[in-house]
């Protein structure tokens, strides 16, 4: 279940977003999701200074200094870079595996499908940005691969998170987009996964990523009822708000 929680800001606490199911190995992993309160990226100049200093805020909450945390370049892509070094810089790349204690980076949505993906025995995370592009190129898959070949991983312990999204009934879409997705998921079920209406198609991203997940071999999958276009008045949805250059921020940390 995903629930709102705050950082202390002065007289104001500002809104963030947390898994009850993540929250259960905060020992050694920490994450959080920024809001419209809390929002760490703009592009608008005249929030950049706001940005900023929500920045410091959420990273002093987490315990997460410059040292340690990795930067990336998000390009919609399925591309999972596994972070060997810190502090680091990543080009083109829409995932980050996690592995070196203190390590931390953050990726930034704005509709696409943020994925977390924690396994407790080895103290390994990914921090996935699943785009619709990255969904139909299997990017949970992928991430799962790379955590069973590099960190001898068993799917079966490996947990996930998915936090808000478009929304189904927000994902106007057409019968190629339709078509890509349908593709990674073994014998879909196209009613639970995609609306149809006259010649558009709905897709429930955050289905398609779970099923994706579940196909290989995760048990736990915590997916938020919280929406960007649905719940806007908390998270930011590039469609709703007219191509808004504000992100929802998905920050981890190995501790």
């Given amino acids: 279940m995903f629930y709102f929680d705050t950082i202390k800001s002065g007289s104001k606490d500002k809104k963030i ?23 760490i990226k703009t592009g608008d100049e005249n929030l950049k200074n706001l940005a900023d200093s929500n920045r410091k805020l959420v990273l002093d909450y987490l315990k997460i200094n410059d040292e340690n945390l990795i930067e990336i370049k998000q ?3 399925s591309n999972i870079s596994i972070a060997s070094k810190t502090p680091d810089f990543i080009d083109n790349t829409d995932g980050v595996i996690l592995y070196k204690p203190g390590s931390a980076t953050i990726l930034n949505f704005a509709d696409c ?16 940005h ?3 592009r990255g969904t139909a190129d ?31 009934e927000a994902f106007e879409t057409g019968i190629e987009v339709y078509e890509k997705l349908k593709g990674t998921i073994q014998n ?4 639970e996964f995609f609306r149809f209406k006259n010649d558009k198609v709905y897709p429930d991203l955050a289905k398609i990523n779970a099923a994706q997940l579940m196909e290989a071999g995760l048990k736990t999958i915590d997916i938020s009822h919280f929406k960007t276009c649905k719940d806007n008045e908390f998270f930011f949805s590039y469609r709703h708000e007219n191509k808004t250059t504000n992100r929802i921020s998905m920050v981890i940390k190995i501790v």
């Fill in 75 to 77: 390009t919609h892509t």
């Fill in 17 to 39: 977003l947390k898994s009850t199911v993540m929250d259960e190995f905060q020992a050694d992993f920490k994450h959080l999701f920024t809001t419209k309160e809390s929002f």
């Fill in 130 to 132: 699943a785009g619709w």
């Fill in 188 to 191: 879909p079920n196209t009613t």
């Fill in 138 to 168: 299997s990017i949970c898959k992928k991430g799962v691969k790379l955590m069973v070949e590099n960190f001898n991983s068993k799917p079966s312990d490996i947990i996930a998170a998915i936090a808000p999204c478009i929304g189904q």
């Fill in 113 to 128: 499908t943020p994925v977390i993906l924690y396994e407790p025995k080895n103290k390994v995370a990914a921090g996935l």
